[in-house]
């Protein structure tokens, strides 16, 4: 790694939220160099985790009671059966009908606009460096980074008209109106009481639990994080090859770290998707956040608005990003010096990142009894 400058880890997210962190040369964003995952799970002083809550948080995050036509769930976009994302390029909330790549949108929203990225490692969001720990009221959420907190995050899709409340509510009664829906279940009532220890539903509380729940979906046994810790056989001689190739060529000065990402916001320009009418400024000037690239090869469409379908398309993007893409700004691959053989293994080693050993069942049933959004093969 290059740090021809050094940029304080913890000052990174905190005074330059919007700004991309470069140097003169522009090419290294400060991200610290590839790890394997071991930092523990942190949850807010006010927020610690139980099982009682992360049980509770669980049966809310699949039941649609928390959208106001009683149909669309955090599971919704956030589907075990598909990597807790939804194979969608931009997802389908409010109105729609059927799940993932083939859920169909309803009259009102035609998508809600973004790409909707898995939940998995969510925990892990502001993670910077192998020695670091989260700071989980700081740890950036959204394509753009526009919330802090797991917290703050889960309570966002429940106001949002196209997500979860439809039109004609305020943001505000929207979060009441499911804080009632769900405090009117007697068995969400004796939850909220077991795992908060008081009576009482409240947009905290949901909040809280929706978040432990969140928290809980970690996955830090990829072939990559095997081979980082000192299995020389994690990773096969093609992905060890992609790997270097993947340092040598600058995709980690981005995707660095035990994430994969810097956090920073970077223009790559990437194309509007079509199905958009306004386009997608991101956090200002086209930038979006560097994705982490966990478990990235279960996750596709990719981009912020999923226009890129495949791993094979986007390292054609990088290939061809200077000369194809007039609004390109962050990336400057010279594709002259990558072999087709280096561009497999670049993919083979992405591949690499995957460790599938997360949960992918679904509650038999919620509180609400209400139907719970299931995969056909899961019917
Ligand atoms: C209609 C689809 C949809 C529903 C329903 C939905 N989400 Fe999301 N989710 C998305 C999309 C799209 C994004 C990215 C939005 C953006 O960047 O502006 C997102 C982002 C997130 C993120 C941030 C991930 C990150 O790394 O920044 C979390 C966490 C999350 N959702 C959790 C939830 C929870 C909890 C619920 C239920 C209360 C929920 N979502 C409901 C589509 C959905
Ligand atoms: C300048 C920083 C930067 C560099 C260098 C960079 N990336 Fe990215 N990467 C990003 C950003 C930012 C996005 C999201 C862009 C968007 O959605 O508009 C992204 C998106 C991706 C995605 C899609 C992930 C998803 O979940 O949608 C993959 C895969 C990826 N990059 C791989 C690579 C590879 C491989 C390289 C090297 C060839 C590389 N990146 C170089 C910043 C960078």
Partial sequence: MKHHCSISKGLLLITLPLTTIGC?????????????LDAEVRAPDDNPVT??????????FFDPVLSANNEVACATCHHPSLAYADGRDLAVGFGGTDLGPDRKPGNEFPHVGRNAPSVLNVAFNGLMAADDQVNP??????????????????????????EMS????????????AVSRVAAIPEYAQRFEQAFGTPGVDADRLAKSLATYVRSLVTRNSPFDRFRRGDATALTSEQQEGLAVFERIGCATCHGGPMLTNWSMHKLGVAENPARTTPDEGSGDFRFRTPSLRNVALTAPYMHNGTQATLDDVVDFYLEAKSLH????????????????????????MEALTDDDFSKSVPDSVPSGLPVPRASAEE
């Fill in 24 to 36: 003169e040369g522009g090419d290294d964003y400060g991200a610290a160099p590839l790890a394997a």
């Fill in 51 to 60: 099982e009682e809550k992360s049980a509770l948080g669980r049966l809310l």
């Fill in 137 to 162: 009221t700081e740890a950036p959420m959204f394509w753009d980074s526009r919330l802090k907190g797991l917290e703050a995050q889960v309570l966002d899709p429940i106001r949002t008209p196209s």
């Fill in 166 to 177: 439809g039109s004609g509510v305020t943001a505000e009664d929207a979060i009441a109106n």
């Fill in 326 to 349: 007039p609004q390109v700004a962050d990336v400057d691959i010279d594709p002259q010096t990558v072999t087709p053989a280096e561009r497999l293994a670049l993919i083979r080693f």
